[in-house]
Structures are given as C-alpha cells and as structure tokens.
C-alpha cells in the first residue's frame, strides 16, 4: 500500500497560474518535507514541518509556499510559476528529523 | 555552505561484477548517511542508511563510513541489470536533520 501519496503525478499548468500540489501520508509522521529535483540534479530542500512548526529554506523564493492543515496533508503552492519552476516535486515524510520516505513525485510542466 | 561530493560516473560494470560508489561531504558535525536509488522518472528510494564508522551490511549492499576522513561509500556486489539508476548520498546534520544531498552517480549494470 502507498504511504505517501502525491497528487497529481503530473501537472501542467500555464506561466504564470497558480497551481497547488499535494502530499498525503498514512504513516502518521511528523516531519513532512518538500524537494525540487530538476533534470540530472540533487533534490533541493524547499522546506518542511515538524508537526506545526514551518521551516523554510534560506534560499527558497517568495513564489513557493506550503500549508499543512493537519499530520497527514501537507500542500505546495506556486503563487506564480515560472519556466524555471518546472521540475519534479517530491514530498517525503520522517518520523522524526531523520529517515526520509519519497513518495512518487509530481512532474510540473510550465507552458 | 554544507556540500555532498559523488563521483561524477557514469559508472558501467559488467553484470556480476562489484559496483563502488563514493561520497564525501564537508560538514563535519554530519550525523546520519543515507544512499537512495533513483530510477529514471522515479522519486529516490531509500536503500541503506549508516550512523557509525565502519561497515553495513544488507543483502548485496554494503554501505562504509568513515567519519574522520569524511567518507562514505555503498558496495554493490553481484550487480544486476536491475541495479541500474542513480546512486544519491544524503548526509543529514543540525538540529532539524535536513538532508543534503550529493548529485549522484548513474550506475548501468551491462548483462
């Protein structure tokens, strides 16, 4: 059985259109983390929670933000994508800050 | 500036044979080592995850840390067609255990 789930797998959406990604998990974690993975690349952390508590990355622009309304959602959104943006989005989960567990990923395409 | 060196690859041996991958990092307070497969299209998957110096063994992996030297490798003995993808090191240090990641190195196991 999946224990994290992304939804969609795949997502194309126009420059510029907000678009919005999900995670979901049956693991009961409490860390929760998103990564972009562009082509022949190292995923890059963007940020994660550890329960309620957002950390973002120092790096991560404006445009990307993250909501997790309770320990099994946890949700990307693009405020206003650009060309550079298109990437692979993966979610992984930890019990605690420490093992992560990937889910299938979502692949965004930006026309 | 936390960096996950690799060697670049691509590595190619013959099906059978033992497969190295080698990994340095530069934060030397780093406390977890992770080696995650990742298939072509895929999320990575994790496969092996080393705490302390010396060997780890599971199956036909073996994954080696060296913490002076700031080392770690994965052996994979008896490759297999299978084994072919990307090899990804992941160290993790701080208190919030955030994974860096290495680049990764491409693995093709010739039958």
């Known amino acids: 059985d999946a224990m994290v789930i992304q939804n969609p797998r795949y997502q194309v959406t126009q420059f510029g259109k907000p678009v919005t990604l999900s995670c979901s998990q049956t693991?009961?974690?409490?860390?929760m983390y998103w990564y972009q993975q562009k082509s022949s690349q190292a995923p890059k952390l963007l940020f994660h929670?550890?329960?309620?508590?957002?950390?973002n990355e120092a790096d991560t622009p404006d445009n990307f933000q993250s909501r997790r309304p309770n320990t099994s959602f946890c949700f990307l959104d693009i405020r206003s994508p650009g060309l550079g943006d298109a990437a692979m989005y993966l979610c992984?989960?930890?019990?605690?800050?420490?093992?992560?567990?990937f889910g299938p990923g979502t692949r965004l395409t930006v026309l | 500036q936390k960096e996950v060196e690799q060697n670049s690859g691509p590595l190619s041996v013959p099906e059978g044979a033992i497969a190295s991958l080698n990994c340095t990092y530069s934060?030397?307070?780093?406390?977890?080592f992770f080696w995650y497969r990742q298939y072509s299209g895929k999320s990575p998957e994790l496969i092996m995850s080393?705490?302390?110096?010396g060997d780890k063994e599971d199956g036909r992996f073996t994954a080696q840390l060296n913490k002076a030297s700031q080392y770690v490798s994965l052996l994979i003995r008896d490759s297999q067609p299978s084994d072919s993808a990307t090899y990804l090191c992941?160290?993790?240090?701080?208190?919030?255990?955030?994974?860096?990641f290495g680049s990764g190195t491409q693995l093709t196991v010739l039958p």
């Open positions: 992984a989960t930890s019990p605690q800050p420490d093992t992560q567990y």
């Open positions: 693991l009961n974690h409490n860390v």
């Open positions: 929670y550890y329960d309620k508590d957002f950390n």
């Open positions: 934060d030397r307070v780093s406390q977890s």
């Open positions: 080393i705490y302390s110096n």
């Open positions: 992941a160290v993790s240090s701080g208190s919030a255990r955030q994974l860096t």
